[in-house]
């Protein structure tokens, strides 16, 4: 990973809280810029293979479009992508962590220095009256997932949410008779329904739980996990395998030209359910999903294994 120049201000002001802060908001602010102009590597690296083996011609060019896409972003520091989403952060906060309690204003400091750096697009749009806000702030925006841990360090998963990518998902309440068939029914429904508005090939997040709002969280946890990786649960595991088949036998290709495969990975998450519920959620991420994880130590060291 490019390591910014303030990683040695941040552990040199470590006894002023407010310099230390505010050196944590640049550093974090350049890994967002980092983040709109770089994919991480495994989405990078899968983008690659599924080029190398894709046959058809018109897919062959899209692909080809893509890894100059990457490579003119990366050369001339420009954003992947003209949508360069809403900021959103997933913590893992060690409850004992140095500078917990400013982590928040932190990490919307850095969000708003990464809009006007990278820059970002602003896209917080009022949902009455669809006035945008200008600056990517308004209720919710950043959005800032939290969860308290044991431990002195804190792990952000950055994702840069865009709109077309988030298009095909939902979240529903299905009866436990209905079940686990009617959630994969639904699921390549949609897919074939609006996967190509989502700039395929995708990411696929599926969150089963109690209620909506519990799958829909789970969904977009899933669609943040590493491409490679497999839920532990044997039957979790199975259905992320068949769903990968059956989405990538819908051939919707890349950019929804036609082609060999149609998604990156698919990420299944789940938690228990209700006796009487079976909700299910899809989430999805475009084959510009810009996410990494950052990890701060107590001595405010920032890494990422996401970056070469
Ligand atoms: S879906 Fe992804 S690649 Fe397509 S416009 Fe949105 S952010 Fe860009």
């Not at 708003?112 to 896209?123: H, S």
């Not at 995708?202 to 519990?214: F, T």
């Not at 490679?228 to 990538?248: H, I, R």
């Amino acid at each position: 990973m490019k390591v910014p120049k303030e990683e040695e201000n941040m552990k040199a002001g470590i006894e002023n809280g407010t310099k230390i802060g505010k050196d944590l908001e640049s550093v974090l602010a350049r890994l967002l810029c980092l983040l709109a102009t770089h994919l991480p590597k495994d989405v990078a690296q899968r983008i690659r293979e599924m080029a190398e083996k894709e046959n058809d011609g018109a897919a062959k060019k899209v692909y080809d479009c893509m890894l100059e896409n990457m490579s003119l972003a990366d050369s001339l520091a420009r954003p992947l992508c003209q949508d360069t989403g809403i900021p959103n952060f997933y913590v893992k906060a060690g409850a004992d962590f140095p500078l917990l309690g400013s982590l928040e204003g932190i990490l919307k400091g850095a969000a708003a220095k990464a809009f006007k750096d990278a820059p970002l697009r602003p896209n917080a749009v009022d949902p009455f009256t669809s006035k945008n806000t200008g600056n990517n702030e308004g209720p919710l925006a950043p959005y800032i997932d939290w969860q308290i841990v044991e431990g002195d360090e804190v792990e952000i998963t950055a994702y840069l949410c865009g709109g077309g990518c988030s298009l095909p998902g939902f979240a529903l309440v299905l009866t436990p008779g209905e079940g686990i068939e009617k959630a994969k029914e639904l699921i390549v429904d949609k897919i074939l329904e609006k996967g190509v508005n989502a700039c395929p090939p995708l990411v696929i997040g599926v969150g089963i739980g109690a209620s909506a709002d519990i799958a829909a969280k789970l969904s977009k946890k899933a669609l943040l996990r590493k491409i490679g990786t497999e839920n532990g649960n044997p039957m979790a595991k199975d259905l992320e395998k068949e769903l990968f088949e059956k989405l990538n036998s819908l051939k919707i290709g890349p950019s929804g030209m036609g082609g060999a495969e149609s998604v990156l990975a698919v990420n299944v998450e789940f938690g228990v359910r209700h006796p009487a519920t079976f909700a299910v959620a899809l989430a999805t991420g475009c084959w510009a999903t810009r996410r990494a994880t950052f990890r701060i130590g107590k001595d405010l060291k920032v890494v990422s294994e996401d970056f070469d």
